[in-house]
């Protein structure tokens, strides 16, 4: 992970931070930290630990779409792809920018023995799965409220956006023999390299020529969201909120769009300003809404970041020595 990392200028990571410290700073200048602390005392653990347990759920979801992604005679024990989801979730939520896409594709690649067209395959399906599960939030929030405008600006963004990953994949899904055929032409070393990489990375682009496949994928990105949306309805039932059910919809929609561009490790402040937010237009108290928005930041990163370390160590436990998996051997790219 330390390779991914290390050559982020200092300056990114500060200005970062800033951002999430100032954030945080208009959340809670006229905070009355009593009743923060007098709510948060207040708070049902059992509610919380359910919410978890259900955030924990979208690492187990998450694994099983990534395995109808692969190709039909790629074969990955759900052990491993659990452990890479795991890890590349770690490293999504505690390192901005894309850092945890690509430790997704280098684990998959290694710890899956895959090759990378594979990998490269599966991560870009899951882009297009997810971007499909959000517009769908969006679009079933507004059949319950007027959306704000910011809101309405982020369909369109994410329409714009989820139409034209569509158009890419599927072009390149079902045109891949066309370029098999041109990469036999040669013409340069680099040109041949290049189009033969692309035409392997196409032609594992099963699931979008496959309609039962690909809806089995969006059902299980669909069903990661409900998670997601349950695990939030806790969290107010924690607090003993009687908020309606579209609340916990609304607030996954805004977080999505919020936090689409990472800019602080692990969204840090701009996660909880989000949630700030939504829940003060959903009327709960200031002290309330930030009880709220830590709360839930934390019953999601609890599960999502730990299962992660917990792997490492275990890793480590079982088997002492540096592990290989973002630097290791290299892999043949045949799948």
Request: net charge positive; hydrophobic share 55%; proline share 4%.
């Amino acid at each position: 992970m330390s390779a991914l990392t290390s050559r982020r200028p200092a300056w990114i990571w500060l200005a970062a931070l800033a951002v999430a410290t100032v954030l945080l700073y208009v959340l809670v200048k006229d905070m009355d930290w009593n009743l923060v602390g007098q709510e948060l005392r207040n708070i049902s653990f059992g509610w919380i630990a359910l919410a978890m347990l259900f955030n924990f759920t979208i690492l187990a979801l998450w694994s099983v779409q990534w395995s109808v992604f692969l190709p039909r005679q790629t074969h990955v024990p759900y052990s491993n792809l659990f452990e890479v989801i795991a890890l590349m979730a770690m490293v999504l939520n505690t390192v901005p920018y894309m850092a945890g896409h690509a430790s997704g594709v280098l684990l998959l690649a290694r710890r899956g023995k895959v090759g990378h067209t594979v990998a490269l395959s599966v991560l870009a399906l899951d882009q297009l799965a997810e971007g499909f599960a959000k517009l769908s939030i969006l679009l079933l929030v507004a059949v319950f409220i007027p959306l704000p405008d910011w809101l309405r600006q982020g369909i369109i963004g994410l329409v714009a956006g989820v139409g034209v990953l569509s158009i890419v994949l599927f072009w390149f899904s079902h045109r891949h023999r066309e370029f098999e055929a041109r990469a036999e032409h040669k013409r340069s070393w680099r040109f041949d390299t290049l189009r033969h990489y692309v035409a392997k990375w196409a032609h594992h682009l099963e699931a979008l020529r496959s309609p039962k496949v690909l809806s089995t994928a969006l059902l299980l990105a669909l069903a990661m969201k409900g998670a997601e949306v349950t695990a939030i309805l806790l969290i107010q039932r924690s607090f003993g909120l009687d908020l309606p059910m579209w609340s916990g919809l609304l607030i996954l929609a805004s977080v999505g769009l919020a936090t689409m561009v990472a800019v602080a490790p692990a969204n840090f402040g701009v996660y909880e300003a989000t949630v700030f937010s939504v829940y003060r237009y959903l009327g709960a108290t200031p002290e309330q809404a930030l009880g709220l928005a830590v709360l839930q930041h934390l019953c999601y990163l609890i599960p999502l970041v730990g299962t992660g370390y917990l792997l490492i160590l275990f890793r480590n436990v079982r088997r002492p020595g540096p592990d290989h998996s973002f630097t290791g051997t290299r892999v043949p790219d045949e799948a």
